[in-house]
């Protein structure tokens, strides 16, 4: 950094540039302060952090088309780009106000009461239900104004030494704590001796407690342990516990996307900003509009009833053609169909609208729940509670239908209502109100763009189309004639199905392209249609190289 006491750039005086760094650090540190403890808050009491509170808030009132071309733009990382995105926004407005603040300090309280204002308005309404939700926002403006009053104060006694030469750009307005501190300028000029030493003591004083508040804040939830934390939940078994999968399930072909997917690995899609870490001793779940009974159950009286498995294997409807937003798991719950029937359901309720705990809405036709498969209100997935990511400690599963339509996290309330009286948070946003799972099918083996040996060579992938089964794959080698593949076994018809073929080619570039057709004797179309509003076709096809 060059020295500003002996240089002057344009015509900002030396002494006023130093006024504006040393206000930006103010400003920036009375940020960091209320960020930090507010964080720390959220983390104690286990409530929404204000930042994401207000990420989601502005995610909820962008234009939906410029959500997804931003999606489309940024991937997985759109989430950590918006929560950036938010705190560059305050540190850049408090760096602002920060200056302005060490003449008038009512300009930054103004700032830090704007923040707050905003703060309790996006967290508010987001956890209604929940009383601690306000309190991370007022400690964190307490701790903020905290900070103010102590970094403007020894800020002033850094600046001090040459400050009382008189007045200066926005008037020279001084205020009355100026007039109380005593003067006493330095000796050894205005960027050393006490006072300067004492501005960064404090500044380094916020800055570290602010710092470790915000660590530890966010720390905090992800450590558990507690009655109520995933790792202290011990789910009962199934009262008909389905026989262990059939090993031909798996091919055991190298490279080929295993049958059941390892919790860890499966896809996570959702518009949360972090992944909401719900405590099953407070989680209930509410069921009521058209019904007769409404009725609220929670955890224990859930993990009472009888639970069934099910192996079913969900998908996005995003997923596009040899995508991978596909997983199968064993899931764990008690049947939907139960749970409506307790409720009793009155005629005309089409929709069955669950709402998580972070207020997504889902819609599900009724009658589908309803017509015999193994829809479930999960708590287990391959053998373990819920993954918080994958929506601990309940949500929904319901074969066939793509997740937006179907699969609710962190299910809170289902509502029995009619798709004409209400829409879920995708379909007002243009996607569809009725959405199968249409029939896919990929080539995993060889990989895209691979090198194999000349001769004999292997070609294999996965198919599916729940809740019809897949009758048959087929696959063609650069463009000849289709040839049937062999398919692996499955426990039912809500799995996808491992397949496998083989093939002779010489040296050089091949293409394979593969479909599959459903036990309707639906063969996929070859047409290319793209996920919106419901759902990718086409053909999945693959370049290789032999050698
Ligand atoms: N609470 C909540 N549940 C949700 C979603 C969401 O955004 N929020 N997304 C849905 C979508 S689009 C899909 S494809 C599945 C994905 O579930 P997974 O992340 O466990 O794979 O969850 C569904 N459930
Ligand atoms: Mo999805």
């Known amino acids: 950094m060059t020295d500003v006491t002996t240089e002057t750039r344009g015509n900002t005086p030396p002494r006023d540039r130093r006024r504006v760094v040393v206000g ?5 540190l009375t940020v960091g302060a209320s960020l930090g403890t507010a964080e720390l808050a959220a983390g104690l009491l286990r409530t929404v952090s204000p930042v994401i509170a207000v990420g989601d808030t502005v995610v909820d009132i962008t234009p939906p088309s410029l959500v997804e071309a931003a999606i489309d733009l940024l991937g997985r990382a759109d989430k ?17 106000l920060g200056t302005a603040s060490l003449r008038r300090p009512v300009v930054g309280y103004t700032g830090l009461a704007v923040f707050t204002a905003v703060g309790l308005a996006a967290v508010l309404p987001h956890r209604s239900d929940d009383p601690g939700a306000p309190v991370p926002v007022l400690v964190g403006a307490v701790a903020g104004a905290l900070a103010l009053a102590l970094l403007v104060r020894s800020a002033r006694g850094t600046l001090r030494p040459e400050a009382d030469s008189g007045p200066q750009g926005m008037g020279g307005s001084r205020t009355p704590a100026d007039a109380e501190e005593a003067p006493a300028p330095p000796a050894a000029g205005p960027d050393r001796g006490p006072g300067r030493r004492g501005f960064v003591l404090t500044a380094a004083g916020v800055l570290a407690v602010s710092g470790t508040a915000g660590v530890l804040g966010r720390l905090l939830p992800t450590l558990g342990g507690g009655a109520g934390s995933r790792s202290a939940l011990a789910l009962p078994p199934a009262a008909n516990p389905l026989p262990p ?10 490279g080929l996307t295993p049958f059941t997917t390892p919790n860890r690995e499966f896809y996570r899609i959702d518009t949360a900003l972090t992944v909401p870490r719900l405590d099953s001793t407070r989680w209930t779940l509410r069921v009521h509009g058209m019904v007769d009974r409404p009725f609220e159950i929670d ?15 969900m998908t996005c409807v995003s997923n596009q053609v040899g995508g991978d937003l596909a997983g199968n798991s064993r899931w764990l719950g008690f049947p939907l169909a139960d749970l409506l029937r307790r409720a009793g359901v009155q005629s005309g309720a089409d929709q069955i609208l669950s709402t998580s705990d972070d207020g997504w809405t889902c819609g599900t036709p009724t009658e589908v729940v309803m017509d015999g498969r193994d829809a479930l209100l999960a708590v287990g997935m391959n053998g373990e509670p819920l993954p918080h990511a994958h929506g601990y400690p309940a949500r929904m599963v319901v074969p066939g239908l793509y997740g937006f339509v179907s699969a609710t996290k962190w299910v809170t309330d289902i509502k029995l209502t009619r798709f004409a009286d209400e ?10 109100v009725r959405a199968p799972i249409k029939t896919m099918s990929r080539v995993d083996v060889p990989a895209p763009l691979s090198r194999v040996d000349a001769g004999e060579v292997v070609l294999a992938g996965v198919a599916w189309a729940q809740h019809r089964g897949v009758d048959a794959v087929e696959v063609r080698v650069d463009g000849g004639e289709w040839q049937r593949a062999e398919l692996a076994a499955v426990p039912g018809i809500d799995t996808w199905v491992q397949w ?8 050089g570039q091949h293409s394979v392209e593969v479909r599959a057709t459903d036990a309707t004797g639906a063969t996929q179309p070859a047409e290319r249609v793209d996920p919106v509003p419901d759902g990718a076709t086409g053909w999945h096809s693959i370049r290789f190289t032999a050698e």
């Not at 930006?24 to 920036?28: M, P, R, Y």
């Not at 950590?80 to 602002?96: F, T």
């Open 24 to 28: 930006s650090v103010v400003g920036l």
């Open 80 to 96: 950590v780009v918006l929560v950036a995105g938010i705190i560059a926004v305050l540190l850049g407005v408090g760096a602002v």
């Open 245 to 254: 999968l059939p090993a031909a399930t798996e091919l055991g072909v190298p």
């Open 299 to 313: 955890m224990d009286e859930l993990l009472a009833e009888e639970l069934v498995e099910a192996d079913i294997t």
């Open 423 to 432: 829409q879920a948070y995708w379909a007002q946003r243009g996607w569809a």
């Open 500 to 507: 496998v073929a083989e093939t002779t080619v010489e040296p």
